[in-house]
């Protein structure tokens, strides 16, 4: 698992997807998170818009990635 830094308080899944790389588009993070692909925390998630705190982690096509940072 790979932990990622923001400098925000929370990232977008689908903004997070496009920053570890897991996917190249916003419209592929789209797809792959509303098809039922994309975990976080462990749970199934569908809402692209889902914030992610530092602690968080995001599931895709067998790689892992956490949250990490947060500072303001």
């Not at 509303?34 to 602690?55: F, H, I, W, Y």
């Amino acid at each position: 698992m790979e932990k990622i830094e923001i400098t925000t308080e929370f990232i977008r899944l689908d903004s997070f997807l496009k920053l570890t790389g897991m996917v190249d588009t916003g419209g592929q993070a789209k797809f792959v998170i509303q098809g039922g692909e994309v975990q976080v925390n462990g749970q199934v998630c569908t809402m692209r818009g889902k914030k992610l705190r530092p602690g968080d982690k995001a599931q895709y096509a067998g790689k892992t990635f956490q949250v990490a940072g947060g500072s303001l």
